[in-house]
């Protein structure tokens, strides 16, 4: 069984409330993936504290397993599935701020401003990540499953464009070791972010044991 036979009546209010901190978290993640994008590709400041978001982030996945416990100890009949389902979706979201962060301190990495023509494709992946955010909380929080089938479906198509770009990337004589490795290790880290929202949208189309699997 999937989440979306749960979704057969009016949620517990706990469970209610802990799918909105994974929403929040989400948005806060994705805010946060926009602008440590912006600083590593496009050459901007941040406007905003990472670190501070980030701990947001943090509280948000330490709210949403005080609700289930509460949940299960009021009413532990009900929504026993999906109470697992968000113990796992939580730390996937949980991960999405940390490489949020992380891709910002990629770009302390660098030894000058990202001009290469090697950060058009990372700029391309990146408009395709903030979608696959938004896509990812409407397929998970609203329990939309054509959504979460699109966030399968285009992260099997970043994990072939991350490869190819890997496989240029290695063989490219225009490009500085530093650069190599700071778009290496920066494109990793963003197929690592669709990795992650893939894996929150997994329990609205697979059985519980087969989360993390592609659908």
Do not use: W
Request: overall charge negative; proline content about 4%; glycine content about 4%.
């Amino acid at each position: 069984m999937s989440l979306f036979d749960f979704f057969t009546g009016s949620r517990p209010a706990l469970i209610t409330d802990a799918m909105g901190a994974v929403d929040t978290m989400l948005r806060v993640s994705g805010e946060m993936l926009e602008a440590a994008l912006a600083c590593l590709l496009d050459n901007e400041p941040l406007e905003i504290d990472l670190s501070e978001r980030d701990k947001e982030v943090n509280e948000g996945e330490q709210e949403v397993r005080r609700l289930v416990i509460e949940h299960l100890a009021i009413d532990p009949e009900r929504e026993r599935i999906l109470s697992l389902i968000l113990i796992s979706a939580v730390q996937e979201a949980e991960r999405v701020g940390d490489l949020a962060k992380s891709l910002s301190a990629a770009a302390t990495l660098a030894d000058s401003p990202r001009l290469s023509p090697h950060v058009e494709p990372l700029r391309g992946l990146r408009d395709r990540l903030l979608r696959l955010v938004d896509a990812t909380r409407k397929g998970f929080v609203q329990g939309d499953a054509r959504a979460a089938r699109s966030v399968t479906e285009e992260h099997q198509e970043i994990k072939k464009m991350v490869a190819v770009y890997l496989e240029t990337l290695a063989h490219a004589n225009d490009v500085s070791s530093n650069e190599a490795v700071v778009f290496a290790i920066s494109v990793r880290m963003m197929a690592r972010i669709s990795s992650h929202l893939s894996n929150i949208v997994s329990s609205t189309l697979v059985p519980f044991d087969q989360i993390r699997r592609p659908a």
